[in-house]
């Protein structure tokens, strides 16, 4: 595979949410809003790159009977360093991630990427390869984001769109469903298959 | 992936090995931040009490604003504040998650002033947002003269004891509400209660 290819492909044909099917969980949890999405998007990404060149550092000296056990150190030793970190030095971000930061652990993403990609490769693609994951999470979680939070609370990031556009007035009322995570669910749904209706050869016999 | 064979001493002296290391790190890094952590916690809960009567600080002019502005009390050992022209009440409760807490200001007629409110882990756009202006709003020009504010859905604005509760985030909401009636408890005696009305309503009781 050439390394433009990991950062690219990640995008659409291998993309973690669509097509992977990794990192639902979490995806479903913090896109109510488009603040917290993007938030998150940005530490997975960091966290995937991250534990991505460590374990492939590592790579040869990790035995596989513990491989998990010692993904699962690397990344949470890098979780709670990038909280502290973050507590320290840049508390309103900090407060903002809040839950997220433990749901960085659990992201199937993280895990998957290790075991797949750097388990088995050298660092620079490594990082690339995090990179690229990294940032397909982050499209979905955006966009998700973006629509439940315009058609959930009439905001973007805080700020009251819907409202401004006048449209309470003429009877326009937000949907409570867009906040409760099935809708987060049923529009990766649609996203998923407007996805597949366009790259056909991802659809299975 | 792994064609080597690993011994079960190289593996129990990998993985003892592995986990000295990341707690060494952990244990450097959360005992060198600490003082930076601590002094933003101090003066975000100085930021958040000066809010409450509509003093905006930033993290570092907040010690000085602070020293003008609130005077620490107690009553029977339970810390208070007091402001020019009123009284501000902590408040400690626990949410859905995990605890959650905030401060009223009352004004010498016993109304509301401000209040604001913060949790460590409710979920974000829904039980979270009791940390928002939105909701922090809700409050103002409310009182807890004969008993304490609670959260209800559909909330009568006249009714000076109930406030509108956060849709989706119900047990949030009863968090509140169990909150204001442990505070009401506690501090009943130094939130003044002026309102005429009330005062001619008790004396014919």
Not at chain 1, 144 to 151: A, C, I, K, T
Not at chain 2, 6 to 32: C, E, G, Q, R
Request: charged share 20%; hydrophobic share 45%.
């Amino acid at each position: 595979m050439k390394n433009t290819d990991l950062i690219k492909l990640p995008f659409s044909k291998n993309n973690p949410i669509l097509v992977q099917v990794l990192g639902v969980c979490s995806c479903l949890a913090v896109t109510a809003q488009l603040k917290p999405a993007v938030v998150m998007a940005i530490s997975v990404t960091v966290v995937v790159a991250l534990a991505n060149v460590i374990v492939s550092l590592l790579r040869n000296t990790i035995p596989p009977r513990i491989r998990i056990i010692v993904q699962l150190v690397v990344v949470s030793t890098l979780v709670v360093l990038v909280d502290q970190v973050l507590k320290a030095y840049m508390y309103d971000v900090s407060k903002q991630l809040s839950v997220f930061v433990g749901l960085i652990i659990t992201n199937c993403i993280v895990m998957g990427r290790l075991e797949a990609f750097a388990m088995v490769q050298k660092p620079w693609p490594s990082l690339l390869d995090g990179i690229g994951n990294g940032l397909g999470y982050s499209v979905i979680l955006i966009a998700l984001g973006f629509l439940r939070e315009l058609f959930g609370s009439g905001t973007l990031w805080g700020y009251p769109v819907m409202e401004k556009l006048g449209l309470y007035g003429i009877g326009y009322e937000n949907n409570g469903l867009m906040i409760m995570p099935p809708m987060a669910l049923i529009l990766v749904g649609l996203i998923i298959w407007a996805h597949r209706s366009k790259n056909k050869d991802l659809i299975e016999q | 992936m792994a064609k080597k064979n690993f011994s079960n001493s190289y593996i129990f002296i990998y993985s003892a090995a592995l986990v000295v290391v990341a707690a060494l790190i952990l244990t450097v890094v959360s005992v060198s931040l600490k003082p930076a952590q601590e002094k933003n916690q101090r003066a975000e809960t100085k930021q958040m009490i000066l809010k409450t009567i509509g003093v905006e600080s930033t993290r570092d002019n907040a010690d000085q604003l602070y020293a003008q502005n609130i005077q620490e009390a107690d009553l029977k050992g339970e810390p208070y504040f007091t402001f020019k022209g009123g009284v501000i009440i902590p408040l400690r409760g626990t949410g859905l998650w995990g605890p959650i807490w905030g401060y009223l200001a009352f004004d010498d007629g016993g109304t509301v002033v401000g209040s604001i409110f913060d949790h460590k882990g409710e979920t974000p756009g829904l039980g979270g947002e009791i940390a928002t202006d939105k909701f922090a709003q809700r409050f103002v020009g409310k009182k807890m003269c004969k008993e304490p504010i609670h959260l209800k859905k559909n909330a009568d604005k006249d009714n000076p004891y109930e406030v509108d509760a956060i849709s989706g985030g119900t047990m949030t909401s009863n968090g509140v509400t169990a909150m204001l009636a442990a505070a009401y408890e506690k501090y009943s005696d130094v939130i003044p209660c002026h309102d005429p009305a009330l005062m001619m309503e008790d004396k014919k009781q």
